[in-house]
């Protein structure tokens, strides 16, 4: 899956095994050439994660949905799927357009009581309206709206601030956001926050700068993961939301011995952030505790024994725990989210050998894994799968049961391809 001996597509990315310590141009033009590229996916007006019904959560009655995307070049589309109430199994998918075009092995989308599709190519975003009652069912609102840059990845929602933030990861990186109108769909806000001078002039060609964009829980910051121009580090930029807007200034965090800061993943309150670092012989992952600044104020790697591409992460409130799949090989990592200590890895069967997940969900009981069984051209040589496992017994220290393989092709036709994981309702702190 991963190509000649000194480069990795790993999460979508094709980078290096090593880099130069001098540099920063050679470096940053061998690091990042996208390729499947980051996705990031949330929910609006969405509940916290609890086994079962929970005072001021509302009694889930099956109403739920799983949503990945095709990435089609000639037209993008989401295939949305119902979530069993009782055993978490997919079925009855649905195709809707996006209105915006996929571009080859790239793309980025997030939900909410909307669902957002970033249509990486032709550098839009689309909005969908959910039907809390068929959360299949999804209505595009206006037109897919110019992400003001070039290539988007990924996009973060804020329902207190009706704010939509899509960040662009391509040779004119930054972030565009947009006010949500439940019948006109998005509208662009007037500014842009540029992180360009991390890149590098000319570009070289459409980049993966940047990762995964998120706000915190209470909304009043926003961040965002960069491969950044440190010696063998990235950087995490947060952008304080004063007064309903981002600050124009970031705050620019470096993390040591993360190389590619990729996913995002708060554990539950603003001060507690998991990032995930796919790249290879170096630590899968770093907690951090975030001050109310948004500097960094401790900074804890985790080594997860034999990563080759860290890329995504869930977390199981419920049980304190992340789940972290790796894009080359098929093995769940389980952290603990106190400690960021590995307690557990469990091996799973994916159709073509060594590769893994491209992305992953945790809801309620139940952990979703994307796998795209590509060849080392990444194309695709098998249809797409959506494996689901109860992660329940992990509370007992028992690994996780296979509940489901749900095969995309055989459920809902032969498609381009498949990226990326959402699950509605989603747990607002995530």
């Not at 915006?100 to 997030?110: N, P, V």
Request: glycine share 8%.
């Amino acid at each position: 899956m991963y190509g000649s001996k000194d480069r990795y597509e790993m999460c979508g990315i094709n980078i290096p095994s090593s880099l130069p310590e001098s540099g920063f141009l050679r470096r940053f033009k061998m690091l990042v050439k996208v390729l499947l590229a980051s996705l990031s996916l949330n929910v609006a007006s969405a509940w916290p994660f609890f086994p079962g019904p929970h005072p001021g959560q509302p009694h889930d009655s099956g109403r739920r949905a799983l949503y990945i995307q095709d990435n089609d070049p000639a037209g993008n589309n989401i295939i949305a799927a119902q979530i069993s109430d009782s055993n978490g199994k997919l079925s009855n998918p649905v195709k809707i357009p996006t209105g915006g075009k996929g571009l080859a092995r790239l793309i980025a989308a997030s939900q909410d009581s909307y669902v957002f599709a970033v249509n990486a190519g032709d550098h839009t975003l689309s909005v969908f309206k959910i039907d809390p009652n068929q959360p299949t069912s999804l209505q595009l609102l206006g037109k897919p709206a110019s992400t003001k840059g070039h290539t988007p990845v990924s996009v973060a929602y804020s329902e207190a601030l009706n704010m939509a933030c899509a960040l662009n990861a391509g040779d004119k990186p930054g972030v565009a956001c947009f006010e949500v109108d439940q019948r006109r769909g998005l509208t662009p806000l007037p500014f842009f926050l540029d992180i360009a001078e991390i890149a590098p002039s000319p570009p070289p060609g459409p980049l993966a700068i940047a990762a995964d964009i998120r706000f915190n829980p209470s909304s009043t910051a926003l961040f965002a993961t960069v491969v950044g121009g440190g010696a063998l580090s990235g950087d995490l930029y947060s952008w304080p939301i004063h007064f309903g807007k981002p600050s124009n200034k970031p705050v620019e965090i470096t993390l040591e011995g993360i190389t590619l800061p990729f996913s995002l993943n708060f554990l539950g309150s603003d001060s507690r952030l998991f990032v995930t670092n796919p790249h290879l012989n170096s630590d899968g992952a770093a907690l951090l505790d975030i001050a109310p600044s948004g500097q960094v104020t401790r900074l804890q790697n985790t080594t997860i024994p034999g990563q080759v591409a860290s890329c995504w992460a869930s977390y199981a409130p419920a049980i304190n725990n992340l789940f972290v799949i790796d894009a080359g090989r098929p093995v769940i990592t389980i952290v603990d989210a106190d400690s960021g200590s590995v307690t557990s890895q469990y091996n799973y069967t994916t159709p073509v050998p060594n590769t893994g997940g491209q992305d992953t969900k945790v809801d309620r009981n139940f952990l979703y894994i994307l796998t795209i069984p590509v060849n080392s051209n990444l194309e695709l040589i098998n249809s797409p799968q959506v494996l689901v496992y109860d992660v329940s017994p992990v509370q007992r220290g028992a690994t996780p049961s296979e509940v489901q393989s749900f095969d995309i092709f055989q459920v809902a036709g032969s498609l381009p391809g498949a990226i990326g994981l959402a699950v509605y309702p989603t747990p607002r702190f995530t």
